[in-house]
């Protein structure tokens, strides 16, 4: 078992990233298991642990996302994972433009049957752009 250090206003941990914060007079503390304890080195960009109503737990840290830094970060990653979208749905694209140019009747057909995902990729394109035009 390790005990986990937490100040009693922020209910954040003490020694961890993003807030350094020292085990002082205003701290007290929980016992978790050792690999428990272990997780709490890392957090998610934005989160810090805190101990909430006697659990660990992670929470926003406001301080870090309303920076501007962050809101970017999270602006790229967005466009990084519709980007990814695009590129692993790009053989639809090829997969009618062939169609196009073989059988006017394969290529409708095969339209309709993409539907939804040429729409899902008109979506992410818009949504890329509308990103892109924030930062």
Do not use: H
């Amino acid at each position: 078992m390790t005990k986990l250090y937490y100040n009693k206003t922020s209910r954040r941990l003490c020694n961890r990233y993003p807030f350094d914060i020292p085990i002082d007079d205003d701290c007290d503390y929980i016992e978790v298991e050792d690999d428990i304890a272990e997780d709490t080195f890392t957090c998610i960009y934005g989160k810090s642990w805190a101990v909430v109503n006697g659990e660990l737990v992670m929470i926003d840290a406001e301080e870090i996302q309303s920076t501007t830094e962050y809101q970017n970060t999270i602006k790229n990653n967005e466009i990084s994972l519709l980007k990814e979208y695009l590129s692993n749905t790009d053989y639809v694209v090829a997969k009618l433009q062939e169609a196009q140019l073989e059988d006017e009747d394969e290529f409708n057909s095969l339209k309709q049957e993409y539907a939804d995902v040429l729409a899902q990729r008109k979506r992410a394109r818009a949504r890329i752009n509308e990103l892109e035009s924030l930062m």
